[in-house]
Protein backbone atom coordinates (compact mmCIF):
# COMPACT_ATOMS: atom_id res chain seq x y z
CA UNK A 1 0.00 0.00 0.00
CA UNK A 2 0.81 3.74 -0.06
CA UNK A 3 0.18 5.62 2.75
CA UNK A 4 0.26 9.71 3.65
CA UNK A 5 1.22 10.03 7.26
CA UNK A 6 0.32 12.95 8.84
CA UNK A 7 2.76 13.68 11.35
CA UNK A 8 5.15 11.40 10.45
CA UNK A 9 8.19 13.22 12.05
CA UNK A 10 7.02 13.13 15.32
CA UNK A 11 8.22 10.53 17.86
CA UNK A 12 5.02 7.83 17.22
CA UNK A 13 4.80 8.99 13.79
CA UNK A 14 8.39 8.48 12.99
CA UNK A 15 8.43 4.76 14.59
CA UNK A 16 5.28 4.01 12.77
CA UNK A 17 6.72 4.97 9.43
CA UNK A 18 9.41 2.65 10.22
CA UNK A 19 7.49 -0.59 10.57
CA UNK A 20 5.68 0.90 7.73
CA UNK A 21 8.43 0.68 5.40
CA UNK A 22 9.54 -2.57 7.41
CA UNK A 23 6.02 -4.27 6.31
CA UNK A 24 6.95 -3.02 2.69
CA UNK A 25 4.47 0.12 2.33
CA UNK A 26 5.31 3.10 0.30
CA UNK A 27 5.02 6.09 2.34
CA UNK A 28 4.93 9.78 2.36
CA UNK A 29 4.45 12.08 4.88
CA UNK A 30 2.80 15.08 5.46
CA UNK A 31 4.59 17.31 8.98
CA UNK A 32 4.68 20.99 9.82
CA UNK A 33 7.66 20.06 11.78
CA UNK A 34 6.50 22.22 14.70
CA UNK A 35 7.35 19.68 16.94
CA UNK A 36 8.34 16.64 14.74
CA UNK A 37 11.99 16.63 13.10
CA UNK A 38 13.10 15.74 9.37
CA UNK A 39 16.01 14.13 10.85
CA UNK A 40 13.43 11.30 12.23
CA UNK A 41 12.97 10.41 8.68
CA UNK A 42 15.36 7.63 7.76
CA UNK A 43 15.65 5.49 4.53
CA UNK A 44 14.68 8.51 1.83
CA UNK A 45 11.51 9.16 2.82
CA UNK A 46 9.76 11.86 1.12
CA UNK A 47 8.68 14.68 3.09
CA UNK A 48 5.76 17.24 2.49
CA UNK A 49 6.09 20.04 4.79
CA UNK A 50 2.55 21.38 4.84
CA UNK A 51 0.12 22.61 8.18
CA UNK A 52 -3.21 20.97 8.66
CA UNK A 53 -4.59 24.59 8.99
CA UNK A 54 -3.63 24.94 5.15
CA UNK A 55 -6.25 23.26 3.14
CA UNK A 56 -5.42 23.56 -0.32
CA UNK A 57 -1.78 22.09 0.40
CA UNK A 58 -3.64 18.98 2.20
CA UNK A 59 -5.50 18.44 -0.81
CA UNK A 60 -2.84 18.91 -2.74
CA UNK A 61 -0.86 16.30 -1.10
CA UNK A 62 -3.20 13.63 -1.46
CA UNK A 63 -4.18 14.59 -5.19
CA UNK A 64 -0.25 14.80 -5.62
CA UNK A 65 0.62 11.70 -3.83
CA UNK A 66 -2.53 9.56 -4.34
CA UNK A 67 -2.39 7.41 -1.00
CA UNK A 68 -4.54 3.98 -0.29
CA UNK A 69 -5.02 5.45 3.39
CA UNK A 70 -3.94 8.29 5.61
CA UNK A 71 -2.83 7.64 9.21
CA UNK A 72 -3.52 10.73 10.61
CA UNK A 73 -0.99 11.73 14.00
CA UNK A 74 -0.58 15.40 13.87
CA UNK A 75 -1.58 16.79 17.04
CA UNK A 76 -0.75 19.35 19.84
CA UNK A 77 -0.28 16.63 23.09
CA UNK A 78 0.52 18.23 26.34
CA UNK A 79 -2.42 18.25 28.82
CA UNK A 80 -1.22 21.24 30.99
CA UNK A 81 -0.48 23.65 27.99
CA UNK A 82 -3.97 22.74 26.44
CA UNK A 83 -5.47 24.46 30.04
CA UNK A 84 -3.36 27.25 29.06
CA UNK A 85 -3.72 27.60 25.49
CA UNK A 86 -7.33 25.64 24.85
CA UNK A 87 -7.70 28.11 21.04
CA UNK A 88 -4.84 27.01 20.09
CA UNK A 89 -5.55 23.58 20.74
CA UNK A 90 -9.31 23.55 19.12
CA UNK A 91 -7.69 25.33 16.57
CA UNK A 92 -4.63 22.85 15.58
CA UNK A 93 -6.12 19.31 16.84
CA UNK A 94 -10.08 20.12 15.74
CA UNK A 95 -10.10 22.67 12.80
CA UNK A 96 -6.50 20.87 11.46
CA UNK A 97 -8.58 17.34 11.41
CA UNK A 98 -11.41 18.65 9.78
CA UNK A 99 -9.32 19.65 7.32
CA UNK A 100 -7.57 16.65 6.64
CA UNK A 101 -11.41 15.03 6.59
CA UNK A 102 -12.55 17.29 3.94
CA UNK A 103 -9.17 16.89 1.48
CA UNK A 104 -9.99 13.40 2.14
CA UNK A 105 -13.97 13.49 1.23
CA UNK A 106 -12.87 15.76 -1.63
CA UNK A 107 -10.15 13.99 -3.25
CA UNK A 108 -9.92 9.89 -2.68
CA UNK A 109 -12.45 8.67 0.13
CA UNK A 110 -9.20 6.56 1.21
CA UNK A 111 -9.33 4.84 4.74
CA UNK A 112 -7.99 6.86 7.87
CA UNK A 113 -6.39 5.60 10.64
CA UNK A 114 -6.27 7.96 13.89
CA UNK A 115 -4.59 8.60 16.63
CA UNK A 116 -6.76 9.08 19.96
CA UNK A 117 -5.86 8.86 23.41
CA UNK A 118 -6.69 7.36 26.93
CA UNK A 119 -7.36 10.70 27.61
CA UNK A 120 -10.67 10.84 26.01
CA UNK A 121 -11.82 8.53 29.20
CA UNK A 122 -11.45 11.11 31.82
CA UNK A 123 -11.57 9.30 35.20
CA UNK A 124 -13.13 6.47 35.13
CA UNK A 125 -13.90 3.46 37.83
CA UNK A 126 -13.42 0.58 35.00
CA UNK A 127 -10.00 -0.44 35.34
CA UNK A 128 -9.14 -2.17 33.00
CA UNK A 129 -10.73 0.44 30.78
CA UNK A 130 -12.82 -1.11 27.80
CA UNK A 131 -13.57 0.80 24.55
CA UNK A 132 -17.12 1.33 25.29
CA UNK A 133 -16.57 2.74 28.83
CA UNK A 134 -18.06 6.20 29.24
CA UNK A 135 -15.98 9.31 27.84
CA UNK A 136 -15.15 12.58 29.94
CA UNK A 137 -12.21 13.85 29.12
CA UNK A 138 -10.70 16.47 31.79
CA UNK A 139 -8.48 18.12 29.56
CA UNK A 140 -8.93 19.97 26.62
CA UNK A 141 -6.45 18.18 25.24
CA UNK A 142 -8.35 15.03 25.59
CA UNK A 143 -11.66 17.14 24.73
CA UNK A 144 -9.95 17.66 21.08
CA UNK A 145 -9.14 14.04 20.73
CA UNK A 146 -13.30 12.90 21.57
CA UNK A 147 -14.60 15.61 19.19
CA UNK A 148 -12.10 14.80 16.48
CA UNK A 149 -13.41 10.70 16.57
CA UNK A 150 -16.87 11.97 16.96
CA UNK A 151 -16.06 14.29 13.58
CA UNK A 152 -14.73 10.98 11.94
CA UNK A 153 -17.75 8.84 12.98
CA UNK A 154 -19.78 11.64 11.45
CA UNK A 155 -17.47 11.77 7.73
CA UNK A 156 -18.32 7.85 8.03
CA UNK A 157 -21.97 7.83 8.24
CA UNK A 158 -22.31 10.92 5.98
CA UNK A 159 -19.66 9.95 3.60
CA UNK A 160 -18.81 6.13 3.66
CA UNK A 161 -15.32 7.13 4.68
CA UNK A 162 -13.69 4.22 6.41
CA UNK A 163 -12.16 4.27 9.45
CA UNK A 164 -10.12 3.00 12.54
CA UNK A 165 -9.20 5.04 16.10
CA UNK A 166 -6.05 3.56 18.26
CA UNK A 167 -6.81 5.19 21.53
CA UNK A 168 -3.35 5.03 23.09
CA UNK A 169 -2.18 4.50 27.11
CA UNK A 170 1.10 4.99 27.84
CA UNK A 171 3.65 5.70 25.16
CA UNK A 172 7.13 5.01 26.13
CA UNK A 173 10.53 3.61 24.58
CA UNK A 174 12.48 3.68 21.42
CA UNK A 175 13.14 1.83 18.62
CA UNK A 176 16.03 -0.52 19.56
CA UNK A 177 18.31 0.46 16.78
CA UNK A 178 18.51 3.95 19.53
CA UNK A 179 18.52 6.20 16.70
CA UNK A 180 14.99 7.72 17.33
CA UNK A 181 13.15 8.53 19.95
CA UNK A 182 11.02 10.67 21.64
CA UNK A 183 12.40 14.56 21.68
CA UNK A 184 9.46 16.69 22.51
CA UNK A 185 10.03 20.34 22.80
CA UNK A 186 8.79 20.50 26.57
CA UNK A 187 9.32 17.01 28.26
CA UNK A 188 6.49 15.63 30.75
CA UNK A 189 6.94 11.94 30.29
CA UNK A 190 8.01 9.70 33.73
CA UNK A 191 10.17 7.38 31.50
CA UNK A 192 11.89 10.27 29.58
CA UNK A 193 12.50 12.59 32.76
CA UNK A 194 13.66 9.83 34.39
CA UNK A 195 16.15 9.54 31.43
CA UNK A 196 16.73 13.24 31.84
CA UNK A 197 17.89 12.74 35.30
CA UNK A 198 19.99 10.36 35.08
CA UNK A 199 21.76 11.90 32.37
CA UNK A 200 22.23 15.54 35.02
CA UNK A 201 19.96 17.39 33.03
CA UNK A 202 17.77 17.79 36.20
CA UNK A 203 18.19 16.88 39.53
CA UNK A 204 16.02 14.39 40.93
CA UNK A 205 12.55 12.91 40.30
CA UNK A 206 9.47 13.79 41.87
CA UNK A 207 6.76 11.89 42.44
CA UNK A 208 3.64 13.15 42.30
CA UNK A 209 2.00 11.82 44.86
CA UNK A 210 2.66 8.50 46.95
CA UNK A 211 -0.91 8.38 49.29
CA UNK A 212 -3.32 6.84 45.99
CA UNK A 213 -5.48 3.58 46.72
CA UNK A 214 -2.53 1.60 45.22
CA UNK A 215 -0.43 -0.91 46.03
CA UNK A 216 2.31 1.24 46.46
CA UNK A 217 1.04 4.46 46.89
CA UNK A 218 1.32 6.19 43.48
CA UNK A 219 -0.34 5.91 40.53
CA UNK A 220 -0.31 2.88 37.92
CA UNK A 221 -0.03 3.48 33.91
CA UNK A 222 -0.36 1.01 31.56
CA UNK A 223 3.14 1.35 29.11
CA UNK A 224 2.90 0.64 25.81
CA UNK A 225 6.32 0.47 24.20
CA UNK A 226 6.35 2.78 20.66
CA UNK A 227 7.53 -0.06 18.68
CA UNK A 228 4.53 -1.93 19.50
CA UNK A 229 2.19 0.88 18.94
CA UNK A 230 3.72 1.39 15.42
CA UNK A 231 3.03 -2.31 14.78
CA UNK A 232 -0.61 -1.32 15.66
CA UNK A 233 -0.72 0.87 13.15
CA UNK A 234 0.90 -1.44 10.45
CA UNK A 235 -2.42 -4.32 11.73
CA UNK A 236 -4.92 -1.68 11.58
CA UNK A 237 -4.71 0.11 8.14
CA UNK A 238 -3.72 -3.73 6.53
CA UNK A 239 -7.37 -4.57 7.97
CA UNK A 240 -8.96 -1.31 6.51
CA UNK A 241 -7.35 -1.92 3.57
CA UNK A 242 -8.08 -5.55 3.50
CA UNK A 243 -12.04 -4.46 4.09
CA UNK A 244 -11.65 -5.90 7.40
CA UNK A 245 -12.94 -2.92 9.83
CA UNK A 246 -14.52 0.26 8.23
CA UNK A 247 -15.32 1.35 12.01
CA UNK A 248 -13.85 0.50 14.29
CA UNK A 249 -12.09 2.00 17.87
CA UNK A 250 -9.28 -0.07 19.73
CA UNK A 251 -7.38 0.50 22.77
CA UNK A 252 -3.67 0.35 22.81
CA UNK A 253 -1.47 -0.71 25.67
CA UNK A 254 -0.25 -3.91 27.45
CA UNK A 255 -3.64 -4.72 29.76
CA UNK A 256 -1.53 -4.29 33.19
CA UNK A 257 -0.03 -1.25 34.68
CA UNK A 258 3.09 -0.91 36.56
CA UNK A 259 3.29 2.40 38.90
CA UNK A 260 5.31 5.47 39.43
CA UNK A 261 7.84 3.81 42.02
CA UNK A 262 8.49 0.59 39.81
CA UNK A 263 8.94 2.50 36.45
CA UNK A 264 11.43 3.89 38.93
CA UNK A 265 12.83 1.34 40.13
CA UNK A 266 13.48 -0.05 36.43
CA UNK A 267 15.07 3.26 35.45
CA UNK A 268 17.16 2.48 38.43
CA UNK A 269 18.30 -0.91 37.29
CA UNK A 270 19.14 -0.10 33.62
CA UNK A 271 21.05 3.07 34.61
CA UNK A 272 23.00 1.29 37.13
CA UNK A 273 22.57 4.10 39.84
CA UNK A 274 19.67 5.12 41.81
CA UNK A 275 18.07 8.57 41.00
CA UNK A 276 17.18 11.08 43.87
CA UNK A 277 13.61 10.66 44.38
CA UNK A 278 10.98 13.45 46.29
CA UNK A 279 7.75 12.67 47.26
CA UNK A 280 5.63 16.04 46.03
CA UNK A 281 1.76 16.25 45.85
CA UNK A 282 -0.26 15.43 43.56
CA UNK A 283 -0.17 16.28 39.99
CA UNK A 284 -4.04 17.81 39.56
CA UNK A 285 -5.94 15.48 37.15
CA UNK A 286 -4.17 12.41 37.41
CA UNK A 287 -6.77 9.06 38.12
CA UNK A 288 -4.78 6.42 40.00
CA UNK A 289 -5.46 4.20 37.53
CA UNK A 290 -5.06 4.04 33.87
CA UNK A 291 -4.73 0.63 32.42
CA UNK A 292 -6.28 -0.48 28.84
CA UNK A 293 -9.11 -3.43 28.36
CA UNK A 294 -6.90 -4.57 25.11
CA UNK A 295 -8.86 -7.79 24.49
CA UNK A 296 -10.12 -6.01 21.46
CA UNK A 297 -7.37 -5.51 19.01
CA UNK A 298 -5.73 -8.79 20.40
CA UNK A 299 -8.79 -10.25 19.12
CA UNK A 300 -9.72 -8.65 15.80
CA UNK A 301 -6.33 -7.23 14.75
CA UNK A 302 -3.58 -9.98 16.53
CA UNK A 303 -2.00 -7.37 18.11
CA UNK A 304 0.93 -9.17 19.94
CA UNK A 305 3.18 -6.92 21.86
CA UNK A 306 7.11 -7.78 22.01
CA UNK A 307 7.82 -5.42 24.51
CA UNK A 308 6.08 -6.44 27.82
CA UNK A 309 8.83 -6.46 30.85
CA UNK A 310 9.22 -2.87 31.91
CA UNK A 311 13.20 -3.02 32.31
CA UNK A 312 13.36 -3.83 28.41
CA UNK A 313 10.94 -1.18 27.52
CA UNK A 314 12.78 1.41 29.92
CA UNK A 315 16.59 0.08 27.93
CA UNK A 316 15.21 1.13 25.10
CA UNK A 317 14.44 4.74 26.30
CA UNK A 318 17.42 5.18 27.88
CA UNK A 319 19.57 3.84 25.00
CA UNK A 320 18.36 6.73 22.74
CA UNK A 321 19.01 9.50 25.50
CA UNK A 322 21.78 8.36 26.42
CA UNK A 323 22.79 8.10 22.62
CA UNK A 324 21.01 11.58 21.66
CA UNK A 325 21.37 14.08 25.20
CA UNK A 326 20.25 16.55 23.42
CA UNK A 327 17.24 15.12 21.20
CA UNK A 328 17.69 15.19 17.55
CA UNK A 329 20.14 18.58 18.18
CA UNK A 330 23.67 18.49 17.61
N1 LIG B 1 4.85 11.32 37.19
C1 LIG B 1 5.61 11.55 38.31
N2 LIG B 1 6.69 12.38 38.20
C2 LIG B 1 7.03 12.97 37.03
C3 LIG B 1 6.25 12.73 35.87
C4 LIG B 1 5.15 11.89 35.99
O1 LIG B 1 5.33 11.05 39.40
O2 LIG B 1 8.03 13.72 37.01
C5 LIG B 1 3.71 10.41 37.28
C6 LIG B 1 2.40 11.07 36.92
O3 LIG B 1 1.84 11.72 38.02
C7 LIG B 1 1.59 9.85 36.45
C8 LIG B 1 2.65 8.93 35.83
O4 LIG B 1 3.90 9.38 36.36
O5 LIG B 1 1.03 9.22 37.55
C9 LIG B 1 2.69 9.01 34.33
O6 LIG B 1 2.77 10.38 33.95
P1 LIG B 1 3.10 10.85 32.46
O7 LIG B 1 3.15 12.35 32.48
O8 LIG B 1 4.28 10.12 31.96
O9 LIG B 1 1.86 10.33 31.64
P2 LIG B 1 0.28 10.62 31.85
O10 LIG B 1 -0.26 9.36 32.45
O11 LIG B 1 0.00 11.87 32.55
O12 LIG B 1 -0.15 10.90 30.35
C10 LIG B 1 -0.58 9.93 29.48
C11 LIG B 1 -0.29 10.40 28.06
C12 LIG B 1 -1.10 11.61 27.72
C13 LIG B 1 -2.56 11.29 27.98
C14 LIG B 1 -2.75 10.80 29.40
C15 LIG B 1 -4.16 10.36 29.65
O13 LIG B 1 1.08 10.68 27.91
O14 LIG B 1 -0.92 11.96 26.37
O15 LIG B 1 -1.94 9.70 29.67
O16 LIG B 1 -4.46 10.48 30.99
F1 LIG B 1 -3.29 12.40 27.80
Redesign the pocket.
Known amino acids: MKLLVVGGAGYIGSHTVRQLRAAGHGVVVLDNLSSGHAEALTNGVELVRADLLDYPSVKAALEAHKPDAVIHFAAL???GESMRAPARYYRNNVVGSLNLLQAIVDTRKVPLVFSS???V??TTDAVPIPEDAAMQP??V??ET?LMTERMIHAFHTAHGLPYTILR?????GAAPAGDIGEAHPSQ???????CMTALGQREK?????EDYDTPDG????DYVHVQDLADAHVLAVEALNAGKTDAATYNVGLGHGFS?KQ??DAVDAVVGTPLDREI?P??A???PR?VADATKIVQELGFAPQFTDLQEIVQTAWNWHKGHPHGFEK
Open positions: IEVTAAYGESYGKYFNVCSHLIELAMMIFGTCIRVVLARRGDPL
